[in-house]
């Protein structure tokens, strides 16, 4: 039993610790209530469904803080956030024996931009970014469909995830 109350302790002390040393938590924002319009964004791919799905997983990063709104009403948002999908590429990355491609690199290129709407300011803007992930071609295409589709959903978590921390760095300068 005394064993166990020296954890107690212990645990009570490191919570009071990371309390006092201003430790905050960097996928939460806490500052005042904001409303963020989220527009689906523009897709010029032949991947229908992948405009639908990066709109989803920032919902997903966002939900992360109470004090940001998502909204699809532009009318008393205090800030957009807005992108296009420019390509997606699969260029070959390595040949086995049979001259076939064995690894591919799947190439997303985006671009977005986080404005301020109630004082008409820029606050980031990402002209061109684009993600690299590597996923195995098999002579099975179900499996190769399904590799490739873990890829896609790596570089979109990662893409939102990005995105999500710009805006909490910003967010964190306006107030």
Do not use: H
Request: charged share 30%; with cysteine.
């Amino acid at each position: 039993m005394k064993r166990f109350a020296n954890w107690i302790f212990v645990g009570v002390a490191v919570a009071v610790f990371i309390a006092g040393c201003g430790y905050r938590n960097p996928y939460v924002y806490s500052g005042e209530e904001k409303s963020i319009y989220v527009t689906t964004w523009k897709n010029r791919t032949s991947n229908l469904e992948l405009d639908a799905q990066i709109y989803q997983e920032l919902l997903t990063w966002f939900q992360k803080s109470r004090a940001l709104k998502i909204t699809k009403d532009k009318e008393g948002a205090d800030f957009i956030l807005a992108g296009e999908i420019v390509s997606i590429d699969i260029p070959s990355l390595a040949y086995d024996a049979a001259n076939d491609a064995s690894d591919v690199k799947l190439k997303l290129k985006v671009r977005y931009i986080f404005k301020d709407l109630v004082n008409d300011r820029v606050l980031f803007e990402k002209p061109m970014v684009e993600r690299r992930q590597s996923y195995r071609v098999t002579g099975d295409a179900a499996e190769t469909r399904d590799n490739y589709d873990a890829a896609l959903d790596i570089l979109v978590e990662e893409l939102c995830q990005d995105i999500y921390q710009k805006t909490l760095v910003e967010l964190s300068k306006t107030q």
